[in-house]
């Protein structure tokens, strides 16, 4: 990877965030970037800049802008309808290449692991993904990326001081939403798309929606999960009929999914989802770092543990020592009285 002098970082200015439009919306992990491209931009005396890809994203500019944006970049073309992460990485990167932007932000979800690493290879970046955290050193620009590392075992903080842009990739809901603010104003730029921008390699047949897996659990506000302590499927079956109880969710650790008791759309962690209910019940869950990094945002966590010294104990708001096969029960009866 190329290095640069101090006199070429100079070069680089601002905080871009390459907003995610997907299925004729813009995810909410843009606007948290925003919020957090803002802090990072008023610490360096820059702007931000929202970079829209896609068909119909026109629209989200001004959403954008009262987000925190100070300038929003608009693609807005019908070859731009599918997301085809070659076509999309060709764009952004000519678009560093043209405004050099000094740090470029994207969600670390499916759609930001797929564009992020090509934009990095192409415009020679260092990228770090998976960020669970930003901060900046506001004399020299450098980005300080802190994210999981060693399993999950540390948090390790990376800076890329000799290479430019920086890029990071972030987890969503890690960060917080912005407050909107409908009176902000910023700049609108249009860029166009050229014929050379669009990949010849990948052509989309047909896209379908996969809902098989859509655990709806990023919107949960009560979840209610299960680890190693559930023993088996039918374990599961109680934490269901709690979560219908309640109106919430399903989620699981690494340990159950493993065992093939539920699937993987429901794990939550470091290589699961990452969530943030108002409430989350830990059932049977040890409470290891890789659970908790999904976990940690949760407005009050309950553990229900066996035992009093696993680690979830200390952590949550409040713990009950017991067997789950009889706390959830009598929670339940409790519940339905009310
Ligand atoms: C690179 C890496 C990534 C990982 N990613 C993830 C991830 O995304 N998500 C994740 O969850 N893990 C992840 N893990 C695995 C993680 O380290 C733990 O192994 C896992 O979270 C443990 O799951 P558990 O708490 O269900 O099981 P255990 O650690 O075995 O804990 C089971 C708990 O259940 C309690 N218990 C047993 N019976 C009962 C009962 N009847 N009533 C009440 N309590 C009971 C026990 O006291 C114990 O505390 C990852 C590991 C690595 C190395």
């Known amino acids: 990877m190329q290095t640069r002098t101090a006199e070429e970082r100079d070069a680089f200015h601002n905080v871009w965030v390459i907003a995610e439009h997907r ?24 702007e931000v800049w929202c970079i829209l890809l896609g068909d119909g994203v ?9 987000s ?38 994207c969600g670390a979800t499916a759609y930001g692991r797929a564009l992020a690493p090509r934009i990095a290879v192409q415009v020679d970046a260092g990228l770090t993904a998976d960020c669970t955290s930003l901060e900046i050193d506001p004399e020299s620009g450098d980005l300080l990326q802190t994210r999981p590392a060693f399993g999950g075992n540390i948090m390790a903080t990376i800076r890329a ?23 902000r104003s910023g700049r609108i730029v249009e ?22 897996g859509t655990v709806p659990l990023a919107d949960a506000r009560f979840i209610i999960a299960g680890g190693r302590g559930v023993q088996g499927k039918e374990g599961f079956e109680l934490l269901k009929s709690f979560a219908e109880t309640v109106g919430g969710a399903v989620a699981a650790s690494r340990a159950a999914v493993d065992a093939g008791w539920i ?40 553990a229900i543990n066996r035992d009093r010294h696993a680690p979830i104990m200390q952590f ?23």
């Open 191 to 212: 860029e166009q798309i050229e014929p050379d921008d669009v990949t010849e390699n990948v052509r989309i047949i047909r896209t379908i929606r996969d809902n098989t």
């Open 68 to 105: 925190g944006a100070d300038v929003a970049v608009v693609v807005d073309a019908p070859a731009l309808s599918e997301f085809v992460d070659q076509t999309y990485a060709d764009l952004v990167s000519r678009f560093i290449a043209t405004y050099r932007p000094e740090i470029v932000l």
């Open 23 to 46: 299925w004729g919306e813009t995810k909410a992990v843009t606007f948290e970037l925003l919020s957090a491209a803002r802090d990072l931009a008023d610490k360096r005396g820059s």
């Open 263 to 302: 699937d993987y759309a429901h794990q939550i962690g470091q290589t699961g989802q990452t969530v943030q209910p108002r409430v989350y019940v830990a059932c049977g869950v040890s409470g290891q770092i890789q659970h908790l990094v999904g976990m940690q945002s949760a407005n009050l966590i309950i």
């Open 316 to 338: 949550a708001d409040y713990a009950i020592v017991g067997d789950l096969f009889e706390i959830l029960p009598a929670m339940m009866d409790e519940i339905r009285q009310l």
């Open 58 to 66: 026109r629209s989200s500019a001004a959403a954008c802008i009262a």
């Open 161 to 183: 001081a000799t290479h430019r842009p920086q890029m990071a990739t972030v987890r969503p809901r890690v960060l917080d939403l912005p407050t909107p603010d409908p009176g």
